[in-house]
């Protein structure tokens, strides 16, 4: 039971789905969340793949909803820790790796059989939830999705120049779109939506009354 919001970084996608879960009162499932609790890992062991791919296997990885989305590993809060621009810059080459994907895909297939879900994140209408009941493809001119990114930051406190981010979400587009394993691609059958021409407010309402509908004629 479960809508699929896809896109590339920055394209408003993880706050939409926030506010369409709050508003309808269902799941978030941030998966580019538990990608960077991964990369988490992979920093600690000092980049090394054979020990990463050990540390990851051993590892315990929790989250739940509430508010906003909360990520765990081995019951360590890694939410705040995972946003930081030094896991920005590593997750999507930590992501590409067919392993990891295999880890976070069993962990999100596990979770969302209890309940309504909404989750966001690049391959989710095509490779993972591709019988998921609502699929959206979200996207935003590149330096329209910089401004917001940078935007929300500095809004944590961060210092960083705009040039910076820009260049990371060109960077991160790039390996999340010509990877070889399930590429940031728009499902065949999502609805795509350009944010740039909505305001945050409208596309919300956009979302939320496709998810509506879907409830109301028993899809979810
Ligand atoms: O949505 P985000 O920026 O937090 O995602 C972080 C990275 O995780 C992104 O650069 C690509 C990767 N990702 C992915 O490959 N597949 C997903 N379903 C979600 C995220």
Redesign the pocket.
């Known amino acids: 039971m479960i809508v699929v919001i896809?896109g590339p970084?920055g394209s408003g996608?993880?706050s939409t789905a926030l506010a369409v879960a709050q508003k309808l009162k269902i799941q978030y499932l941030?998966?580019?969340?538990l990608?960077?609790a991964a990369t988490h890992l992979f920093l600690k062991s000092e980049e090394s793949v054979p020990l990463f791919f050990e540390t990851l296997y051993k590892s315990h990885f929790s989250f739940y909803f509430e508010d906003e989305f909360k990520v765990f590993v081995d019951d360590l809060d890694l939410t705040q820790i995972i946003r930081t621009p030094e896991i920005?810059s590593k997750?999507?080459t930590v992501?590409a790796m067919a392993e990891v994907?295999e880890f976070v895909n069993k962990l999100m297939h596990k979770a969302i059989p209890s309940d309504i879900y909404i989750a966001?994140?690049?391959?989710?209408g095509t490779a993972?939830f591709p019988n998921a009941e609502c699929k959206f493809f979200m996207v935003a001119n590149p330096s329209t999705r910089a401004k917001r990114r940078h935007l929300e930051l500095l809004a944590k406190g961060i210092d960083i120049s705009y040039q910076e981010v820009y260049d990371d979400i060109q960077h991160?587009d790039k390996?999340?779109s010509t990877r070889e394993k399930d590429p940031?691609k728009q499902a065949e059958d999502a609805v795509l939506i350009d944010t740039s021409e909505y305001s945050f407010d409208e596309q919300v309402e956009i979302i939320a009354g496709h998810v509506r509908e879907a409830i109301q004629q028993n899809k979810l």
């Open positions: 896809d970084a996608k993880s941030d998966s580019g969340a990608y960077r920005s997750v999507s992501a994907r966001d994140g690049r391959d989710l993972v991160r390996i999340d940031l």
